[in-house]
């Protein structure tokens, strides 16, 4: 199961009311006109600079440009998954002034057609949105789940500062013995190797009532636990942890720190968690951040996906325990999808 970047690209009728779009596959000589197209998006957290190259590795993807007059105005990256399944629709970026003109719908469109004519096995279209939804995007899209979205700042030094003086379970030192009973006594969250990665989530039922409606949704890339998805997620730089390897009750997955364009000395922290009982989760969210902020210095931007429900308590977990800047209120991330036809 292959999408070559070297595909052929048919030709679609031009939009009238968009003066004329030329579409042709993305190729590291575009990437300075695209970043330039693409400045400033996601407030300085955009991950396309640190991906772009690999992007066009990927055998399963293809990045798509629209071109007006010959100019760069818009992309779209589309990859195959779930089996064949399934087209992941990801990267999206419209030129700031072509915004509002339907580019980005035509765009889709002709990324669709592109997979469908290769792939026609394809059926359903996937994607993962942070804004709100209404009730037009109901009547284009069904909903699969949705996770909340915390977003904090801090400088990497001040973190290990804080850190040091905290329990496994977040708690200040010296911290009381807690009773028995509490789940706030349970052992150290595990870090998963490749042979339990296989176990947890291939071959058993484990992950299944964890993972939000069965899905794995890793840096905002939705899958299914099967083989094939397996295979792409762990070519990735992905720290893997659950709280009990033979009963998971929570389960974690981080990314390793890649550089961002906010600044000089901005990294960014993905953290996908999964599960319900807060202190599991307070537990390997303080693991994750031990294990990766220990070597950087300068400052992080750490984004945590998890149950709506946990937002709020670890929120203020995170301004008045680890005292570190929350960077905005609660929103959401929607995975949806959508026909192929």
Known sequence: MKIENSLPIPQLPEAPSQGGLQFAVATEEDFDEIMAMSQDIYGGLDYLPTRYTAWLQESNRTVILARK??????????????????????????????????????????????????????????????????????????????????????????????????????????????????????????????????????????????????????????????????AILLKKEIDWMVDDVTCPTVASLCTFPFRVPIGDDWYYLNIDMFGKDLVLVRQQFLCHLRRHTTTLKGHVMCQMFLDPPLWKPMAEFCRHTLQVELVKEYTEQCVVESDVV
């Open 69 to 230: 007059q010959g100019k760069v105005i818009a992309l779209e990256s589309v990859c195959v998954i779930d089996d064949g399944e399934t087209m992941l629709v990801e990267g999206l970026r419209v030129a700031p002034q072509e915004r509002g003109k339907g580019v980005a719908g035509h765009l889709l469109r002709f990324c669709s057609q592109l997979v469908k004519s290769k792939y026609p096995e394809v059926k359903v279209s996937r994607l993962t949105r942070d804004d709100q939804l209404g009730p037009k995007d109901f009547q284009k899209y069904r909903l699969i789940t949705k996770q909340g979205i915390l977003l904090v700042r801090f400088r990497a030094e001040d973190i290990k500062l804080r850190l040091a003086g905290l329990g496994q379970d977040g708690d200040t030192l010296p911290a009381s013995p807690p009773p028995p009973s509490s789940s706030s006594s349970a052992p150290p969250p595990f870090h998963l190797g490749l042979t339990e990665i296989h176990q947890l989530y291939l071959t058993t039922d484990l992950m299944r009532g964890i993972l939000p409606n069965a899905t794995i949704v890793q840096d905002w890339q939705p899958f299914k636990p099967l083989p094939s998805n397996m």
